[in-house]
Structure formats: structure tokens, C-alpha cells
């Protein structure tokens, strides 16, 4: 019974208590809109996102998270208005949690190469435990005789995006209301604290076919050390993606992004845990995603290393330009 408690305390303390904690990824210069609402108007095209990441792989119990992304603008309403949604979904060991939310930015022009996008996403939560995955000594324990469901709780958050001609700033709070799981077992367990991102970036031209992209992502929380990410990234005419990532005293590793003439790419990162975490294995995760109608993109877009336009984005270009409906 001991063994139990303290295992469960420990997946309330890593899961409950600092996290509704936002997912781990990655990808998040490329796909950034999961953690900065303001970033969906970067990319002026209907797209489509879908991530799995799996962490410390054969850890029983082992956190893993799917997010299935959507954006496109609002030219119908305004040139400058964007819509969208994020769908996550991420479980370790016994906790589950589902979230959906749905996102709105609008962007300013500053200059024909800067604007100022500020965004915000609406939506909620659904937590759950299954204590009949644990190991219980004594079966008869009432704590662990049902599983737990939470209902929804409804959040909110807001982002600001930056986006000049070779770099980008951003700033966001994903979710602004700490809500509080209902009491376990006479426990009252903390379900959420605020997270502060601060994000930044700046690519400049090798030669005519590579492009090399530098970013940072700095999570802020209270009572927490800041994670502090740094990725580097070399584009190759503007079909292969190869960086690498460092997340200070957590973990390194090397990711690529395929992107095809259809629209799709194809995304893989690996993940090794060093420092604190060192004694724990490796994470993987993949992303798919797909651009509609594929405009010319530089590193503030989804894909952070292409600049010069092709001849299949400039007809896909005079095609949103001959259906977009005219003002009167």
C-alpha cells in the first residue's frame, strides 16, 4: 500500500501538480501556434498539422502526446484575420488529459516586410485517471476501487507574434487560468501553472541554396528553473530541413523536415536526455503536415529556412489572388 501511494504521489506531482504542464516538442519553431496563438497568422495558406511524441521510450508509464493543428485565413472577413484550432492530447502512466481550443489572430502591417500579430485561443480540458492500470497490494483500498474523471475546465490564452523579412520575436501565455483539479483521496492537487514563453529567431543566406535559421524558446514558470531551448537549423533549396536542439540540462538531439512538391512534409526528431535526466532513455517524435496552397514562406513561417519563391507557389499565388472575392 506504501509503494502504491508514493507512486501515485509521484504521478500527481509530476503531472497534476506542475503540469497541465504544455506539451514538450521539438518542432516548436516550426510549429509554434500550439504555444503562441499570435503565430497563426505567420503563414498566409489553409494548412494542417499532425505531431506524436514519445518520450523515454520503454519507461513503463512513459509520457506520450499527439497534437493535430489547423490554420487558414479569413479573406472572406479582412486580409488580416486569422482562424484555427489545436487539438492535444497527452497521457503518463495512469493520467490522461484532452484538450481543445480554438484560435484567432490578427496581424498589422508595419512595413511591406514586418507585422505585428496578436492572437487568442478559447477553450478547455478533460482530465482523467485510471487507478485500474496501477498495482494495488491491498485491492480493497476504496481510494483505488474507481477511476477518477474530471470534468471540463474551460481556459484561455493570448499571443503576440513578431515577423520581419529575417527574423521574429514572440511572446504568449498558452493557458492564463491556474485551475485546480477537484480533491483525490483528500489531496487538493494543483492541475495548472501559468507558463510565460518567450520565443526569438534570425536566418540569413549561406549561398543561393542554404540558409542557415537560429532560435530560442524560454519557458518561464513560477518556483521553476526557465527552460531555456536553442535550435539550429540549415535549410538546402528549400526541400530539406536539418537542425539541431539543446534544451539546457534536459536534452539534445538532431531533427530533419522534408518538404514535397505537393504540399506534404514529413518531420522526425530524436531526443537524448542528458544532465539531471540522463539515466532516462530517448524521445522520438514525428509530424506530418500539409500546405493547400504552398505560398513563398521565409523563416517565420512554418517552414523557418525557406525564402525564394518557386514556380509552383507563384501559380498557387495567381490562384488565391483570381478566387479571392472582390471589395465593393
Do not use: C
Amino acid at each position: 500500500m506504501k509503494q502504491v501511494f508514493i507512486y501515485i504521489l509521484i504521478h500527481l506531482l509530476t503531472f497534476g501538480v506542475n503540469a497541465q504542464q504544455e506539451l514538450q516538442s521539438s518542432f516548436n519553431t516550426i510549429n509554434p501556434q500550439i504555444n503562441n496563438p499570435g503565430a497563426l497568422g505567420r503563414v498566409e495558406s489553409i494548412y494542417g498539422t499532425l505531431s506524436h511524441r514519445s518520450q523515454w521510450l520503454g519507461v513503463e508509464g512513459n509520457p506520450n502526446s499527439t497534437a493535430l493543428n489547423f490554420g487558414m485565413p479569413l479573406g472572406f472577413v479582412t486580409d488580416n484575420a486569422f482562424a484555427g484550432t489545436t487539438i492535444t492530447q497527452d497521457q503518463l502512466g495512469s493520467f490522461s488529459r484532452l484538450g481543445a481550443y480554438v484560435l484567432l489572430a490578427y496581424s498589422l502591417k508595419i512595413t511591406s516586410d514586418i507585422k505585428i500579430a496578436i492572437g487568442l485561443n478559447a477553450g478547455g480540458d478533460f482530465t482523467s485517471a485510471n487507478f485500474s492500470e496501477l498495482l494495488v497490494k491491498d485491492q480493497n483500498d476504496p481510494i483505488y476501487l474507481q477511476n477518477i474523471r474530471f470534468k471540463f475546465r474551460e481556459n484561455a490564452g493570448l499571443g503576440l507574434y513578431y515577423q520581419g523579412n529575417s527574423h521574429f520575436l514572440g511572446f504568449s501565455i498558452p493557458r492564463i487560468i491556474e485551475n485546480n483539479v477537484e480533491e483525490i483521496a483528500q489531496f487538493n492537487v494543483n492541475q495548472l501553472t501559468r507558463h510565460y514563453y518567450i520565443s526569438g529567431g534570425y536566418g540569413f543566406d549561406l549561398n543561393s541554396n542554404l540558409r542557415l535559421t537560429a532560435t530560442m524558446n524560454h519557458k518561464i514558470t513560477a518556483n521553476t528553473p526557465i527552460s531555456m531551448e536553442y535550435n539550429l537549423f540549415t535549410a538546402l533549396k528549400e526541400t530539406f530541413i536539418f537542425g539541431a536542439i539543446y534544451r539546457h540540462g534536459d536534452i539534445a538531439g538532431l531533427n530533419f523536415n522534408l518538404l514535397l512538391d505537393n504540399g506534404m512534409s514529413i518531420g522526425y526528431a530524436y531526443d537524448h536526455s542528458i544532465g539531471f535526466n540522463s539515466s532516462l532513455s530517448s524521445s522520438h517524435e514525428i509530424l506530418i503536415g500539409y500546405d493547400l496552397y504552398m505560398p513563398a514562406v521565409n523563416l517565420n513561417s512554418r517552414r523557418p529556412a525557406a525564402k525564394t519563391k518557386t514556380k509552383s507557389r507563384k501559380m498557387h499565388q495567381k490562384r488565391i489572388k483570381r478566387h479571392k472575392p472582390k471589395r465593393k
